[in-house]
C-alpha cells in the first residue's frame, strides 16, 4: 500500500507575468499556488504516495481555490482550515541567462502566518502517515507558525513518524523578533533526516568554521543532534538563469555519497527544484536504499527545471528513467 | 487651456479571471489598477483635462508598475510616492444576469493605508490646480488617510480650488476605531460639491428620516454644511448584473433637476461607473451649466459600464453625443 | 452533518472554440469535462454536500486529468476507475441570438461505454449515501452502461438510499441494439423522484396521448411506478441562443406545482442548465419542503446560465437570494 | 452542380482589441482579413457555392498569409496576384450599447490601391462564372481599381455572367480626384442587380427628393439604367451598438416586396452584416425565387451579426431554418 | 512549371497543451492538424510545389476545419473524401532537456481507418503528379488502409509517377491482425525511394544481422527489391529533447554519401522533423542531384526543429541558406 | 539631480506572431512600439535619467495609444506631436537557431516620414538637456527627417548639448533619392560620439580600405570629423538565432579598449539589442570613465537579449551586477 507522508507550511498564491516578460510589461498574470512543503507534498502524490497537506486559508473563495489546487493536484485537504483575511502571495518575474528571476513577497499578515499553537490536531493529522516534512521557512513566518511546526515535530516523534526538515538560511526572512539561531536548534534536534546547505550549517547552528566542506559540516551536525540520521545537500552551479548544474550528496553518519552532476541546459521554471529533490529524497529514502534515494532525488531536482509551476509533477517512470542514466528526452508515443 | 484635477486616494492592483469565469476557474487574472479617486482622473484626462492622482505604492516593481499604469492612462505622476511593503489589492468575479459580481478586498496594511500627515506636499500639489476630489472611501481606509484628507482639502479651500467629495456609506469598510459618523462632517463641511445616495446622507450625518427623497435631503445636507454649493446623486436601477438604468439628479440649493434615464442593456463591466458619473460630473461643471453638467454626468457614467477595467477612457466626442441622445452606437469610420 | 450523493456515468473531455468563434475558426480549444451526472454531483458540492462521481476513464494522462478536475471541484473520486483507452468528448460551438450552438460527440468505443456488471461494487459506493443519482444518457450509451446504472439502482433501494432519475427522450442516442422503450422501465420503476418532460414520459413508456399536460402525463407515470414519489419538469422557453426563459413544475401524488418564470437575458453558457435543475431539486428536496425544493430548483438552473463551463458552482447564498426573489444580480462586495 | 461567383476587390488586415477594449487597452490584436467583395465570396463558400476573388497583395509573407486566409474559408484563390509594397489595413475597436465601434483604414498606397487596368485576364477569370460582384468601395479607392472593376463588368455582360454591385454613399472615401458622382453612373448601368440604401440613390445619381420612399428611387433607377432587373435594400435600426433590427425590400420593376424584421438582441460584430446580406441575395437569386431570396438574404444578414469576423461562415442549414421562421437558436446535438 | 507530389495518409487533430504545461496543467489546447504524409504535403508547397493531400475526414464540421487546415496551407484538397463519425487525435504534451515529450494517440476507429479499396480514383489522383509518398504509419492503421495505399502505389507504377516510402518499425501500431513484416514488403518492392532506419530494414525485413551498419543494409534492401533506386537514412542524436543533432545518409547502389551533422541547440517542436526530411528529400531528387537532395533534405530537418507545429513552413530561401552552410540565422529586414 | 537625454526618431507599432509561430500561423498579433532611437530613451529612463521623445503620430486613437506606450515607459512625451494619416509599421516573426528572424516593414508614408524642418521647436525640446541622441535610421527615413535631423544635432551644438549618433549602413533603407554618402557627413561631423561598425565607417564615409580593422577605422574618422571624441563599436557574433555572443570596442584618439566577450545563450529577443548599447554607453560616459561606460553598455546590450520586446527595461543593479561579472543569474528574492 501506498506510504503518505505529511506536510505543513503556507501555500501562496503565484502570481507571474506571462514568458518572459517584465512586471512592467504585464497586463495578465498567470496563476498557481505554491509554498516549499505543499510543492513537496504534490511531488510524491505524482509519484504514487498518499500526501496531505496541513495550512491555513482565508475563508473566502480565494482560500477555497487554493484549496482546489491541492486538491486538484491529489493531495488530500481535510487538515485544511481557515481563518484571517489575507492569502499569502508570491510575485515572479522569469529571468533568462544573465538576467535573474524576481520574486517579491506579500505574506505578511497571512491567514498563514497567523496561525497559533493548538489549532492543529496534530495526533489526527498524523495517524497512519509515514513521513513528516516541514521546512525553515516556517519558523520564520510568525511565532505562532513555529510553534505550530515544532507541535508537529514533537507529535510525529512520539507517533514514530519520520521527520525531515529542509533547512536554509534565509536571515532576511526573519523578522518577527526571534532569530533563526534561537528557533531552529529545537526544531531540528527532533528530525531524522536533515536537508541543508552548508551555509545553512555554519549561520544556523554555528557550526564548522569558514573553510570547512559539506562533510564535516554534516558530522558536527550529527553530532550536535544525535537524532539525525542522514544530512543531505544539494550542489547547484547556476551557469545562468538558463543553464543549471545540480548533483546531490548525502553524510550518513558513516559513508558519504555523491551523485553525477545533471546539466539542465534549458530551465522552463527553477521555483521549486530544491522541494523536488527533498520529495525525491523522500520517497527514494522510503523505497530504496540510500545511494539510490540519492540518485532519485537529483532526478527529480533536475526534472523540476523543466517543468512550470512550483510543483514536481513529473511520473515515477521519467524519475527512474533519468536516475538510470537517459538523459536523451527522447520522445514517448 | 487644459483645466487641472487633483485626485488623492489608493490605488489597488485589480486582478479578475478573464470573462465570467469563476475564482475557482482561472488559471490567470487580467491586470489592472483602480481606485475611485484616480478613476476620476483617469477619465479627466481621456476627456481632456489635466489630471495628477496623489497615492502611495510600495518602493518595488509593483509599484512602479502601478504608476506607470497611471502614466499610460495620461495622468501626472509626480505626486506619486513610495513606501511601504504591500500594494493594495482587489479580486473581481465578474457576474451576470442573477448571479452578482464579487469583490474580495485586500488593503490591510496597504502602503496607501500607512501614509501620515505631513507625508503631502499639498501646496506642491495644488498649484496650478482647479479641482481637488476625494471620495469617501479615503477616510474609511485608516486614520493617517483620513487626517491627509483633511489636509488637502482644507489646503484646496485655502487656495481657491473647488473641492468635491463622492461620499457613500460602507459601513463595514471603517474598521480602524473611528466610525464615518465621526469623521466624515469635517471633510464634507469643506466641500463644494458632494456626491452622495440619500442613503449617504441619512446615515453619515443623522440628517432626515425614513421616508425622505433626495432633495429634501440635499437641502438639509446643505443647511448644515453651508460652503455645499450642490449635491448630486445618481439612481441605479439594477434589472440584473447585465442590465442597468441609471440617471442624475441634482439640487444647487435653489432647484432641483434630473436627468433621463439611460437604460444600459448590455452591461460590460460595471466597477468604476460612479466614479464617471464624478468625473463627468467635474468635467460639466468645470466647462457646462449645471443642466448640461449633469446630462453628462450621466452620459459618462452610462458609456462606463461598456468599457473593461475601473477608468472611462471614453472620448469627450462620445459622451458629447450620447448627451445630445444619440443611443444608436453607430459605427464610425 | 453534510448529506452525501453518488452519481454515475460518462464524463467527457469538453473542447469548445473560444467566444463566439465557429469551428472553422478555432485554432484553441478551451478545455474542460463534462457530462450530466458528474455536472449535478459537482453543482451538490458546492452547495455544501459530499458527493462522489462514479465513472471510468482510460488509464493515461487525459483519464487522470479528467480525475482531477473532478477532485478540483470537491468530488470524492475513490470510486473512479481506470480502463480501456479513449476519453468520451464532446466538441461545443456556442451559437448566439439566432445562431444554434452546435455539439458534436465522439463517446463511441469510449472508456465509460466499455464498462460491464460487476465492475462497480455498489455497496461500497453506496455507503453512508443519502441519494443516488442517474440520468437517462447513461443506459443509451452502451448495454453495458445499462446494466451497471440498473445495479446502482438497485442496491441504493436496497440500501435505503433515495434515486432519482432525469430521463429525456434521446431516440438518436440508443445506437446498441436495445431501444429506450425496452430499457428505461425497469430503470424507472425503481426510482423515488423523476425529471422528465412530458415528451420523455409520452414517448418513452407509451403514457398519454397528443394534447396531454404534463400532470396528466406524471399522474399516469405515478399510476404506472408506484414507487415514484414526485415527478418534476422544467419548462424552457427558447426565446433565442442568448435569452432563455425557464419555470419548474412538479407533481407529487396530490398537489401540482409551479414555480415563476425567471427570465435569463444574457445567456453565457447554456450547457448543464438542466443539471444545475436537477441538483438543485436534490438539495431542495434533502434540505426543504417541496415547493422551496422547486424554486430552489428553478433558481439554481436560472444561474447556471450565465456561468461558463458544465457545472453550476454557485454558492448556496447565491442560489437562496435569487430564490428569495433578488433577481437584481447587485454586485457585492 | 455547385454554381460559380466571382468577386473583386481590396482585401484588408483587421487589427481588432481582444474582446470590448479600447485601442488604448490592447496589447494584442485578433488578426483577420476582409473586405466587402471578398465577404460576400466566403459567405456563398460556407453556403455551397464556387467562388473566387480577384485581389492585389504585396509579394511577402503578409501577402501570403492574406491569401492563405481566402483559401481557408474555401475561396479560390489562383486569380490573386501579387505587387505593391503594403497590405490595406482596418483596425476595429468594437463598441457596446452607447458607444459606437470605431474604425481606423490605413489603404492609401496599398498594393490593392495601386492596381491598373490589363492586370486582370478577365475572360480567364469568368469563365464558368454565374455570377460578378463588385461593391461601391472598390471605385473609390483608386481610378485604376474603378477602371479595373469596369473592365471586369463589361466582360461579365459580355460573356453572360449576371453582375451585381452593393453601392453605398461613403463621399469621404473618394480621394483619388474623381467623385463618386462622375464614376459610379458606367459602372451601375452595367449591372443586373443593384443593392442600395435609398441615401446611396439619391446621392450618388441625384435622382428623386428629399421625401421619397425606396420604391420610388428604386423605379426612377431602373428607369435611369434599364439594365437593371432588381434594386435590393435593407433597413437597419441601430437600437444601440449591441441590439440591431434589420429588414429586407426589393423593387423588381413589378412588385416591391419586404420581409419581416429580424431582432439580433445581442450583437457579437456587426462589421460585415452588409456582405451577408449580398451574398444571401445572390444565392437566393440563384436558386430560389425573388422573395425567398430576399428573406433569405435577411436571415444571412441577420446571422452574420452573431459571428465574429467579417465573414459570414452559417451553413445553409442555419440560412434556411431562420428564413422559415425557427428565432429560437435551440442548441444541436 | 512547378512539379506535383500526391500524398496518402491519415491527418489527425492535434491538441497540446501551451508552452511546457503538463496535460495535468492544461486548461486549453493549441488546435492544430498533422499526419506524417500531409506533413510532406505541406513542406512541398511551402517551398514552391503543387501538392494534393487523399485522406477521409467525417463528414461534420471538424472534418471540414481539417480540410481547411490543409488548403490554407496550400494543399490541393479535392480529394480529401468524406465519411465515417470520427477524427483520428493525438495529444502532445511538450517536453524539455531530460523531459520527455508525450503523445497520446486515439485513432482507432477514426474516419481514415475504415478507408476501404476503391474508395479512391487513384488514377484522377495521380494524373499529371511528378511523386507520390506514402509512409509506414498508413498500413499499420487498418487492412483497408494498407490495402488502399497499395493501390496508390500500383497506380502510380503504372502511371510512371516515383513512390517513395518513408517506413519505420513501430511494432506496436500493428493491431488490426497482420504483422509489419507481413503487409510491407508488398509495398515496399514497388518503391523507387526508401527511407528507412537501420532498425527497420532489419526488424520489417528480416534483413542483415545485429552489426551491420546502414550502408549494408541498404545494399540488401535494394537487393531483394530492385526496383528501388535509393535508400536513405537520417541520424538523429538526442542529446537532450531540447538540443538534436542530424545528418542524413544516402546508398544509391554504387556511393554512399552523408551529410554534415547539424547542431540544433534549442529544440521547439520535434514532431514533425522526419516528415520535413522526407519532403526535403524530394524537393532534392526532383531538382537537385543526390548529394545536393541529401544536403537539401537534412537542412529541411533541421530548420523543423525551430517551428512549432507539425509542418514545415520555411522557405526555400530558407532551406538553401542552410544548405550552403549559413548557420547565423542572423535577422532578415 | 538626473542627467536627462533627448532623443529623436520613427516609433513603428511591433506586430509580431506569438512565440516562435511563423506569419502563416499568426491569428493574433503581439502589440508593442519601438524604434530605435525611442528603445534608447526607455533603456535609459529605466536606469534612472530623464528622457524625452520627439517624433510624430497620426492625430488618431492609434498615435494617441503609441504615445501612451511611450508614457508607460517613463518618458515625457511633451515634444509627441500629431499629423499625417499613418503609423509606421514593422512586422517581426522571431526565429531560432538557424531560422532567422524576418522584419517586414511598413513605413513609406508614415506620420513621421512626413516631417518637415521647423516642425520641432528644437531650442525648447532640448531645454535642460544632458544628451542628445540620434540613429542613422531618421535620415533615412525622408529627406524632411534628415534635415529635421540636422536642426536637432545642431541645435545641440549651439547650446552645449553633447551628440551621439549611432549610424548604420543600411543602404535599401536610402529611397528618397539621396543616397547615405550624401547626407550622413553634414550629420556626423557635430557629433561627440559615434556608435559605428567597421562596414558602417568604410561605406558611408569611403574610409579605409578593405582589410582595415575597426581601430584605424575609427581614427581616420576622428581625423575627418575632428570633433568626433569616442568612436565606438559593437562585435556580434551570431552563432544562431538563439545564440549569441558580443563584446564592445571603443578608440577615443588614445586608446583603444575592449570587454571581454558575453554569451547570451539563450536569446529571447535580440531586438533593440543595438539600442541597448547605445543607452548603456551613454548613461556609462555620463556616469563613469570610458572602460567602465564600455562595459556598462556591452552588459547593458547582454541584457536586452532576454527580455521580450525592443526596449531594455532592466534595472541599473541589474546592469551593474552583469557589469562586476555576475554572470550567474541567480534568482533575487
Redesign the interface.
Known amino acids: 500500500m501506498a506510504k503518505k507522508v505529511i506536510t505543513f507550511g503556507e501555500v501562496m498564491m503565484r ?1 507571474s507575468p506571462p ?14 499556488y505554491g509554498g516549499g512543503e505543499a510543492n513537496v507534498a504534490i511531488s510524491l502524490a505524482y509519484l504514487g504516495m498518499k500526501a496531505a497537506h496541513v495550512t491555513r486559508f482565508p475563508d ?3 482560500g ?2 487554493a484549496t ?2 491541492l ?4 493531495l488530500s485537504t481535510e487538515h485544511v482550515f481557515y481563518g484571517g ?3 499569502g502571495k508570491y ?1 515572479l ?1 522569469k ?12 505574506r ?2 497571512s491567514s498563514f502566518s497567523l496561525i497559533a499553537p493548538g489549532m492543529v490536531d496534530w495526533e489526527a493529522v498524523l495517524k497512519d502517515a509515514d513521513w513528516f516534512h516541514w521546512t525553515g521557512i516556517t519558523p520564520a513566518i510568525s511565532e505562532g507558525a513555529a510553534m505550530c511546526c515544532l507541535e508537529g515535530i514533537k507529535t510525529a516523534n512520539r507517533m514514530g513518524v519520520k521527520v525531515s526538515g529542509d533547512i536554509n538560511s ?1 536571515k532576511n526572512m526573519w523578522k518577527f523578533g526571534k532569530s533563526m539561531q534561537e528557533v531552529m536548534p529545537e526544531l531540528v534536534q527532533n528530525c531524522d533526516v536533515v536537508i541543508s546547505s552548508s551555509r545553512g550549517i555554519r549561520e544556523i547552528f554555528g557550526l564548522g568554521k569558514a573553510g570547512d566542506r559539506f562533510r564535516t559540516l554534516a558530522e558536527q551536525l550529527m553530532y550536535t543532534f544525535p537524532r539525525i540520521e542522514k544530512v543531505v545537500g544539494k550542489t547547484r552551479k ?6 543549471q548544474q545540480i548533483h546531490g550528496k548525502m553524510w550518513d553518519g558513516e559513508k558519504y555519497v555523491k551523485t553525477e552532476r ?1 546539466n ?3 530551465v ?1 521554471d ?2 521549486g527544484t530544491g522541494d523536488a529533490f527533498a520529495a525525491g529524497l523522500i520517497y527514494g529514502l522510503l523505497h530504496y536504499g540510500d545511494i539510490e534515494a540519492l540518485k532519485f532525488a537529483s ?1 527529480a531536482c ?2 523540476k ?5 512550483d510543483a514536481n ?2 511520473s515515477l517512470e ?1 524519475v527512474l ?2 536516475m538510470q542514466g ?8
Open positions: 502570481l514568458g518572459y516578460s517584465k512586471f512592467a510589461q504585464a497586463t495578465s498574470f498567470e496563476l498557481a473566502n473563495a480565494l477555497k481555490a482546489q489546487f486538491r486538484k493536484h491529489w483575511d489575507m492569502l510575485f518575474e529571468g533568462a541567462v544573465h538576467r535573474p528571476s524576481e520574486v517579491i513577497y506579500e505578511e499578515g534565509r547556476s551557469i545562468s538563469a538558463s543553464h545533471l539542465i541546459t534549458h522552463i527553477r521555483v532526478a533536475a526534472l527545471h523543466t517543468l512550470p509551476g509533477m513529473v521519467n528513467s533519468l537517459d538523459t536523451s528526452g527522447a520522445i514517448r508515443r
